[in-house]
């Protein structure tokens, strides 16, 4: 099986297919590297795609130690990936968890992103309730130490979220959370501790973020009410941004909507290519009245 090393050596298990630009894939927090095969099949027609299994998710390695876990880790290790594969700069395509961990990327390794797409992003970025969110955060990670994953699944099948990919696509809703019931529940209880409880805000970063020059394609479910602020404020924010609402949609994109994942994003990695997705134009931007 193929892995690439992390620095403080873990091994993530990848998959590649396709040639030409690579696309590098990083999953969501209920996902691993087997639910980007609708697009990994879609976009290896015309480029290198890779998507890969965060640290503890298996066949990943499953570090034991809680603080291992930080959103330093999650985004360094993508970094890795692209060292093992000898790339040098990717389009990186993320959902949830990995549209943050793409973020971080641009703000600390920027010459590594061509584009950035981030697809259901912000949950838990509230100010107001980032201590009650941390605190679900510490009471999640107890549930699968205590219950196991399978178990958590099931409860967590008709999470307000997931109920518009249950309502479209109940095979594949089915499909997804028989997956997640398959997750190492000592990897998800550390991600959930240290990963989803323990990165900043998204809010706390503002100077940082209207700083970043690279590309960013926002796409947010219109029923997927925890992105819906933090995909503005990014849009808002971020110099290159372009922002995307999928109708009657929840928050696995690219699974409830893949044509429409598909479509939007090969479209955006197009314009990237070709140097048609500048920054916006200061005289597009309406000017306050006093």
Known sequence: MPYAVTNDNVRLYFEEAGCGTPIIFLHEFAADHTNWEPQMRYFSRRHRCVAYSARGYTPSDVPSAADVYTYRHFYSDAL?????????KAHFVGLSMGSYSSLQISLN????????????????????????????????????????SEEVAKA???????IPFLLKDPRGHADFYAALARHDAKGSANTMRGFQGGRPSIYTMTEAIQKVPTPAL????????NCIEPSMFLKKHLPAAGLAFFPKSGHVLNLEEPALFNEMVERFIALVEAGRWPARDPRSMVAAVV
Do not use: K, W
């Open 80 to 88: 890795a990936v692209l060292n093992h594969l000898e790339i040098e």
């Open 156 to 162: 967590t099948r008709e999470a307000p979220s997931r």
């Open 218 to 225: 926002i796409l947010c479910g219109d029923e997927d009410d």
């Open 109 to 148: 390794a920027p010459e590594r992103v061509l584009s950035m797409t981030l697809a259901a992003v912000g949950s838990g970025s509230s100010l107001e309730n980032l201590d009650a969110f941390r605190a679900q955060c510490r009471a999640n990670a107890e549930q699968y130490e205590a219950i196991g």
